[in-house]
């Protein structure tokens, strides 16, 4: 195959301009076990096919396969989707203020764990302890990576070995495939369930114990609720009865401690109900970093920190001081970390409308502007939703397409597809990213065919 002499030099490759813009993106390194690779597969046709070089079809397949990488790389998306708090990109976002706030903390050496008044090793969670408790309440706290891994700790520590009640209705799955009966399984703690799916009664708890129950779980229904013939039970009656030694620990999951949410009980309302540990995540309602929260019994949370796995699900450094900035800004009221939820329930919709209208009056006939519900996600509240307006793209490209056309954007505009029409939902973007939209929509529908 004399012919394959004729494919280019790797280092000849690399230098092409086409190719040489990945390097700062993807790294150099990379791109040449990219190229490496895509060179050898090219070979390894020819041989087979015996055609001739061409140098055209394998400059495309390496560009193809340089873009496919540079798509899954972590990047900044804009989310017009109208779900405030998404999983899947990214949660809450954190306020640019904050994040500058902290970059002399994180990115130097700090005293994460030294005390300054003594000079000697100090407690990781130094002020930020004091600083969740006059935000929140509770005795005392302790934080972990995301809430899976703080209901994890509080099992493993109080019932690996013994019974955990929980009820039929709230044995769910969330994404990614996190049960509750195999994160309990996981931790040494053996289920207990009891009701039914669409009722469980104080009764059905009461006479599942036994002389080895050691905790009585409530689980937040995350992203799906029960309606119908259904009954769940007064949780504040259910503590009231369970026996002194019986622990009552409550996963209630999203954060929610805003009155604007009346759905689901917030943290502060399970707090005043007194169960000995309560467990959420900091990054969804509480529009914090990504970490697991747990409020409650100075005794309970000094035998969490104590367990050998704290040191395994502890967060870095980065958690602690965003997480202590953003709340502290929220209880002085200064505006600087308001919470992204919270912002955009207050707004009259007369504000959700003129954002609309601003993409609208690019094309009127190809973006129409469409009365529609916003929600908050994250697996929570998923009957809470709140009014807005949207925008439908009518075009004579197919919802896919068109969907792909904005995902292909720099940078990614990620919309959805409602019946069969592409909707973008400007409640979800900032004021920057709305003009990035705007730019990509007089582009879009200039295009003949559109």
Known sequence: MRQLSQIPPIEKLLNLPEIASYHTILSRTIVAEIVKNQVNHYRNELVQT?????????????????????????????????????????RSPLPKAIWQEVGDIVCNYSNLELNLLNGKRGNRMGMLSQVLKAYFGGEANIIVNNNAAALH????????????????GEQIQIGGGFRIPDILADSGAILRDVGTTNITTIDDYLEAIND??????????????????????????????????????????????????????????????????????????????????????????????????????????????????????????????????????NQPIAW???????????????????????????????????DTWAISLNSRLSANALIERLRKHNPPIIGVIQNDQVQLYPVTLSDEELLIVKDCLITLTAETDF
């Open 50 to 90: 015996h055609q001739s070089v061409d140098f055209e079809v394998l400059l495309q397949q390496i560009l193809v396969s340089l873009a496919y990488h540079n798509q899954i790389r972590i990047q900044p998306i804009i989310n017009a989707t109208g779900i405030v708090v998404h999983t899947n990109l990214g």
């Open 153 to 168: 700790l509080i099992l493993k520590t109080f019932a690996q070995g013994k019974e955990v009640i929980v009820s039929r």
């Open 212 to 345: 080895n129950t050691a905790i009585v779980l409530i689980v937040h229904q995350s992203n799906y609720y029960i309606e119908g013939f259904s009954q769940q039970v007064d949780i504040k009656q259910l503590a009231a009865r369970l026996p002194e030694h019986i622990m009552l620990v409550v996963d209630q999951g999203s954060g929610n401690h805003l009155s604007a949410i009346p759905s689901e009980l917030s943290v502060n309302n399970y707090l005043k109900i007194g169960p000995d540990l309560i467990c959420f995540s900091g990054d969804k309602i509480l529009g914090g970093p990504q970490s697991g929260i747990i409020l409650g019994q100075k005794d309970k949370i000094e035998k969490l920190a104590k367990h050998p796995m704290m040191r395994v699900l502890r967060p870095g450094k980065e958690t602690y001081a965003i997480l202590e900035k953003i709340l502290i800004h929220r209880l002085n009221h200064d505006g600087k970390a308001d919470n992204p939820v919270e912002s955009l329930i």
């Open 352 to 386: 959700h409308l003129a954002r609309a209208k601003q993409l609208a009056e690019i094309a009127p006939d190809k973006l129409l502007l469409n009365a529609t519900k916003f929600m908050i996600g994250g697996g929570s509240t998923p009957r809470a939703q709140f």
